[in-house]
């Protein structure tokens, strides 16, 4: 009697984590995701000032990689607030947020390691700007963008089509 009412007992607890699994992701994509598309979108305009930044802090091609920088935290923030290419979003955000910390955010990265002569008598890692960002990019990596995106419904609209007896495209027998 017991047993079977601790086994009900974690059925139902189960079925009530299905809804942090469904937000959790939902929530990650969208602060992080629209705190870069608008990042992204001030930095496209004002692209001069970004590669004079870049220039001043030593990046390689600032011609080339200001604006490509600028373009994908623009268009990698409005695919993860949408849940559409969320990986390969995160991976290329990955890129320029590693950039971000290699350059721009190097010597806070670095103090806050203590690594490097400090002047912030209480560092901390997550005062380094793109540190969230970067471990929440990690994490859209490896569980994916949850189960309310545009990537789920193409999952499932092509796991649908893959199914034996399926027609290819509308209209067509298979």
């Not at 929530?27 to 970004?50: C, D, M, N, T, Y």
């Not at 011609?63 to 409005?78: D, V």
């Not at 806070?108 to 700007?129: E, H």
């Amino acid at each position: 009697m017991l047993a079977a009412r601790i086994d009900g007992f974690i059925v139902w607890a189960g079925r009530l984590l299905i809804i942090p699994r469904a937000i959790a992701p939902v929530a990650a994509r969208l602060v992080v995701g629209q705190s870069l598309f608008f990042s992204g979108w001030a930095k496209v305009h004002k692209l001069p000032e970004i590669v004079d930044n870049f220039v001043g802090w030593g990046v390689p091609f600032p011609g080339l990689l200001a604006p490509a920088t600028s373009f994908i935290e623009l268009l990698g923030g409005l695919a993860l607030v949408f849940g559409c290419g969320t990986r390969l979003a995160a991976g290329a955000l990955i890129g320029v947020l590693v950039g971000a910390l290699s350059t721009a955010d190097r010597k806070a990265f670095l103090g806050a390691w203590q690594l490097v002569p400090n002047t912030d008598p209480d560092p901390i890692l997550d005062g380094v700007a793109p540190i969230i960002p970067l471990v929440f990019m990690f994490w859209l990596i490896a569980y994916g963008p949850g189960l309310l995106s545009i990537d789920t419904l193409i999952r499932l609209w092509w796991r649908k089509l893959r199914q034996p007896g399926s027609a290819a495209l509308p209209g067509q027998t298979a």
